[in-house]
């Protein structure tokens, strides 16, 4: 039914509808290619020549020759197998097959032998692999589902459906979290979960992001040697909802939000979707960052949650839509109703006691102590908000676009673009005019300026996507999708010329 190659090692795996994964050695077939000595046949006795005869006899009927040989027969399917897989650095094979089952074997020198048994599938298993990153086997099968399972907990993490079609076969990108299935209609391409690093910008120079179940703080007046800062950690967090048990995949934090508004103590909003939606509140001290943490206080919510003021924040409800006030107790301290029905997100408003409402195609700046809405504006699939450092615009990122308004959320410009907006940063520095008055966004596969003016233009291409999180002359700080800090060289002259001809200072400056 199938047959692999083994990433590094002279070995073929197969699978076949006799009920059994057979593992070949191939290395007198590539010693014969390359000319080397495969050397002679050890010393045996009459019945282990015989029986060596007949594998040699058996090897010459399938392939031709007898420089291919069996090493394992992997026994234990009770139907046919569909399909085998090598794990790309662990001695380990993974099987589907027609008795709904996905097994797990590991090698060794001498022998092979079973791990596990993976059950779930409602019908035969088509294919299955290892992803090439992380320890997971995907499968997919006649019963229309691919599978994620956990390879070290080896239960099951995720389920995708497809309503009316049977998937049939699986394949991995080597470097990218691409995985491709086909179906009974043609072909999905998906990916396991989201990429994009949970991060907010924190006081001074310093920005708050998440790697893994890390919790650090990037401080960039710590540069040295070419580098973008110090990494200094912060908490671990705990794992959430039913995951909990593993690193499943989507439990990550999606969100995270830090209080700019209390200048003693760091406040730091983590969020996820896990079960729904959940947040939980990590306290530590500035002077210490490291030292003492308080944590502990979760709940749920849906969306991001965002600091009003000091010692307060609020939340989505996930069931009626209220703005939920907690103080940093999590303690409830006020509920209010939504101003219009479908809100399904809030964001930073810029200001103490003011939230940026998503509803729709609609943005809302609500103030939660009087509950007035203070401006709207149109924006479709809102994926984000970038305040400027001064407070006086706001950059609206959707999904195929860029909306700048100022503080009370009336529009400046709108810009369209013909690929997704993955992430985005005003330039902070603090000379040549384009504080505030810059803004950096990135794409897949470039950089581009957006002015307020509604002017555009490409500055970079990068060759993997990354996400900005700070701007300073012609430097571009950002995470890429491994959490990492990077620093990247932008040049911003069109930009500041297109600046500098809108506030007609194009004398002084280029002349």
């Known amino acids: 039914m199938c047959a692999a190659f083994h990433p590094s090692e002279d070995l073929i795996v197969s699978a076949s509808l006799d009920q059994t994964v057979r593992v070949w050695d191939t290395t007198g077939l590539r010693k014969k290619q390359l000319g080397e000595p495969t050397g002679g046949p050890p010393m045996m006795d009459s019945r282990q020549s015989a029986a060596a005869s007949t594998a040699m006899n058996v090897q010459a009927e399938l392939f031709g020759t007898n420089d291919v040989v069996v090493k394992y027969v992997l026994e234990g399917h009770d139907r046919g197998v569909n399909w085998a897989a090598f794990h790309p650095t662990l001695p380990l094979l993974a099987s589907a097959a027609d008795d709904r089952q996905v097994k797990l074997w590991r090698m060794s020198e001498t022998k092979a032998w079973e791990v596990d048994t993976l059950r779930g599938h409602a019908n035969n ?304 520095s603090n000379s040549g005019g384009t504080n505030s008055n810059l803004f950096i966004y990135t794409t897949l596969h470039h950089v581009k300026y957006c002015l307020p003016t509604g002017d555009t233009g490409t500055i970079r291409t990068l060759d993997n996507p990354i996400y900005a999180t700070r701007v300073v002359k012609d430097q571009l700080f950002c995470l890429d999708r491994e959490a990492r800090s990077r620093v990247l060289s932008i040049d911003t002259t069109e930009a500041k010329f297109k600046l500098a001809l809108a506030n007609k200072k194009v004398r002084n400056n280029y002349t």
């Open 125 to 428: 298993v088509s294919c299955c692999l290892f992803h090439p990153k992380q320890e997971l086997v995907v499968s997919n099968s006649e019963d229309r589902s691919i599978r994620v399972w956990d390879v070290s907990k080896r239960v099951g993490v995720q389920t995708f459906r497809r309503e009316g079609d049977r998937f049939w076969i699986l394949a991995a990108h080597r470097s990218q979290n691409l995985l491709a299935a086909g179906h009974d209609s043609g072909m999905i391409v998906f990916k396991l979960e989201r990429e994009r690093p949970a991060s907010a910008s924190g006081p001074g120079d310093k920005l708050y992001y998440v790697r893994g179940r890390e919790l650090f703080c990037h401080d960039y007046s710590r540069a040295t040697g070419g580098s973008s800062g110090v990494d200094v950690p912060i908490a671990s967090l705990r794992r959430v909802g039913q995951q909990a048990q593993t690193d499943g995949i989507g439990s990550g934090p999606r969100f995270l939000s830090y209080n700019m508004h209390n200048p003693k103590e760091g406040n730091v909003l983590v969020c996820s979707e896990v079960d729904g939606g959940c947040y939980e509140l990590i306290s530590f001290s500035l002077t210490n960052a490291g030292g003492s943490v308080t944590d502990g206080k979760r709940g749920s919510c849906l969306g991001p949650g965002v600091f009003l003021g000091n010692n307060r924040f609020a939340v989505l409800d996930r069931a009626k839509r209220d703005i939920v006030v907690k103080n940093m107790n999590n303690e409830t301290t006020k509920r209010v109703a939504a101003p219009v029905p479908n809100i399904d997100c809030l964001y930073d408003g810029g200001a103490p006691g003011r939230i940026i409402l998503r509803a729709d195609d609609r943005a809302l700046l609500f103030e939660v102590q009087s509950r007035r809405v203070l401006g709207e504006l149109t924006a479709p699939k809102i994926k984000n908000v970038v305040w400027s450092p001064d407070g006086s615009k706001v950059a609206l990122l959707c999904k195929y676009g860029v909306v700048i308004a100022d503080r009370q959320l009336e529009q400046l410009c709108s810009i369209s673009d013909t690929v997704r907006i993955k992430s985005g940063a005003w330039d902070c």
